[in-house]
């Protein structure tokens, strides 16, 4: 079985991006990254993947007269490697329904909620002020609308009377990781997920 081509797609941090990464040196996912696209220029996420010898797209959106463009250059950029997955690992663009279309089946979010409950930028946060005594993390596909789209997979842990922002947001990430390398693994020897 050859490997699964990959492209990760984030904004930020990338601690997604490390466990997936990391994953793949342990032989643990059977795929490689073939692109880290990056919207935002300086993001330590960028640092990772070099350090993995990954190579980057990285843009700002400001350089592009609109959307429609921006996606077309990135567009332009991956279809020639033949991708198999393009994950969003906390990329914070939304994909336009062209994008989602020309890869159909093929993009995989992580969202640090329980969808369908609190998508958007902020799933951590507003779950927390909520007052929601169980928080989680979804992975599914990407379809048309935000957030939204078949769920792969889900984690989740119950929040204790002593919990602050800072220790679920530490609670997620410590839970987000290892499910994306799972889901990733399965995905990659072809298992229906
Ligand atoms: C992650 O918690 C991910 O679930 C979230 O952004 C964070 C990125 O962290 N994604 C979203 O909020 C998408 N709407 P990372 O850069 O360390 O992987």
């Known amino acids: 079985m050859s490997k699964k081509r990959l492209a990760i797609f984030a904004s930020g941090n990338g601690g997604n991006l490390q466990a997936i990464l990391e994953a793949i040196q342990r032989n643990e996912i059977e795929a490689e990254v073939k692109i880290v696209v990056c919207?935002?220029?300086?993001?330590?996420?960028?640092?990772?993947?070099?350090?993995?010898?990954?190579?980057?797209?990285?843009?700002?959106?400001?350089?592009?007269?609109?959307?429609?463009?921006?996606?077309?250059?990135?567009?332009?950029?991956?279809?020639?490697?033949?991708?198999?997955?393009?994950?969003?690992?906390?990329?914070?663009?939304?994909?336009?329904?062209?994008?989602?279309?020309?890869?159909?089946?093929?993009?995989?979010?992580i969202h640090p909620a329980l969808l369908p409950a609190f998508k958007g930028a902020h799933g951590i946060l507003d779950a927390f002020q909520y007052g929601v005594k169980v928080m989680g993390v979804t992975i599914h596909y990407v379809d048309e609308e935000v957030d939204h789209g078949k769920i792969i997979a889900q984690d989740c842990f119950h929040v204790e009377e002593n919990d602050t922002l800072e220790t679920v947001e530490e609670k997620i990430h410590a839970i987000e990781h290892p499910l994306y390398v799972q889901v990733l693994k399965k995905l990659c020897h072809d298992e229906s997920c």
């Open 39 to 109: 919207d935002h220029p300086g993001a330590y996420c960028i640092k990772r993947a070099e350090q993995f010898h990954i190579p980057t797209l990285v843009f700002s959106s400001k350089d592009f007269a609109s959307k429609r463009d921006e996606e077309d250059w990135i567009i332009k950029h991956l279809l020639p490697l033949q991708l198999d997955y393009l994950c969003l690992a906390g990329y914070m663009r939304i994909l336009s329904k062209k994008f989602v279309h020309t890869f159909p089946n093929q993009i995989i979010n």
